[in-house]
């Protein structure tokens, strides 16, 4: 089959690699039908991660059901389903808490690999999924879904978990000022998250005006281009002389991080989902002296999907309008360059 290899930075390449076969009697293989470029695959696509050597890439896709292992009961072959990326075996004390990314049993697409991902081959023609019983989602849709919901629900693979997990971690309630730090997929899936649970002032911080619009679209009710100090006192200024109550940092730079921070009143809180690429340590002094609240990390999206599907099934929800380009898998390379320059917010890939 074809799957997309990162063999160091700047390298991508679409290759020939072994169809997946069951070998686990948990396993389920997944013919993909819909991938995409995650933000965080361009750090080793920019040298920020190591790629030791080539290796599949992608942890983001939905598709349909091809075979099962004989432990797999409550999954048929032909259904469609939502692969959260990473896998989990619902049964450990970590999973029953909700925090399937930390599960005691994970076993991976084939293992965690250098990225800190566990994936083999998420943008490519078909996948192993371990633990498909407690990891897939199946979706209650009768033949292939068209292709906005298609991208909808691909976005629940990852991006719009991660948003959510940024707003919820950010105690984003009714009436709540938020700020959300971020304007790429998963900034503006925290601004849709933030809307979803009731926050009645929303500013995006973009200088970009496709995204910006697109953050309105989702519920933002100011943008915000400036930075640094400037961007701090320009919230103030919007909040009538006080901060957020609800920050969400969607980036994970040094920059971003002090952003966030003092954009977050005293006793406020900030939910951080940004994967940390160094530097970005959090000031203890500063939380000791504000009493801000900080909690997040990487998004338990098997945890959050079955909630946020309901929502995109009824049409409350459109998280896939964060994919403005789409191509075929064989412009894998054309989807990263695209995204490390901006030209696009998120990349659909069609096998």
């Not at 991938?35 to 890439?57: H, M």
């Not at 004989?70 to 619902?90: K, R, Y």
């Not at 901060?243 to 939910?271: F, N, Y």
């Amino acid at each position: 089959m074809r799957a997309t290899i990162i063999h160091g930075p700047g390298d991508i390449r679409v290759e020939e690699r072994d169809y997946p076969v069951l070998q686990l009697p948990g396993d389920a293989i997944v013919k993909v039908t819909a991938a995409c470029v995650c933000g965080s695959d361009l750090w080793p696509y920019r040298g920020v991660k190591p790629t030791r050597k080539p290796s599949a890439i992608g942890h983001e896709f939905v598709g349909v059901v091809e075979s099962l292992g004989e432990a797999v009961t409550d999954l048929a072959v032909g259904d469609f389903v939502i692969a959260p990326f990473v896998d989990s075996c619902g049964e450990c004390p970590q999973c029953l808490n909700g925090v399937t990314v930390a599960c005691d049993h994970l076993a991976g697409w084939g293992g965690k690999d250098e990225h800190g991902f566990r994936l083999d081959g998420g943008q490519g023609e078909a996948v192993r999924v371990p633990n498909a019983s407690a990891t897939l989602v199946a979706v209650p849709v009768d033949g292939a879904p068209d292709a906005a919901l298609t991208a909808s629900l691909l976005s629940l693979s990852d991006v719009m978990a991660t948003g959510h997990h940024a707003a919820v971690s950010a105690h984003v309630g009714p009436g709540h000022s938020v700020v959300v730090v971020g304007d790429g997929a998963v900034g503006l899936c925290g601004v849709l998250a933030a809307k979803r649970l009731g926050a009645t002032r929303i500013i995006a911080m973009s200088r970009h005006e496709d995204r910006a619009a697109l953050a309105r679209e989702f519920g933002a009710t100011d943008v915000v281009a400036e930075r640094g100090e400037e961007g701090v006192a320009r919230v103030r200024e919007l909040l009538g002389g006080v901060l957020a109550d609800s920050v969400l940092e969607c980036v994970g730079t040094k920059e971003s991080m002090e952003q966030a921070l003092h954009s977050t009143r005293p006793g406020g809180a900030l939910g951080f989902v940004g994967v940390p690429t160094g530097g970005s340590e959090i000031p203890l002094r500063y939380l000791f002296d504000t009493n801000i609240s900080v909690a997040g990390g990487m998004a338990s999206a098997r945890t959050y999907i079955p909630e946020l599907l309901a929502d995109v099934l009824a049409g409350a929800i459109n998280p896939g309008r964060v994919f403005d380009v789409e191509m075929p898998l064989e412009q894998a390379p054309e989807a990263y360059r695209a995204m490390d320059e901006r030209r696009a917010i998120k990349v659909l890939l069609r096998p």
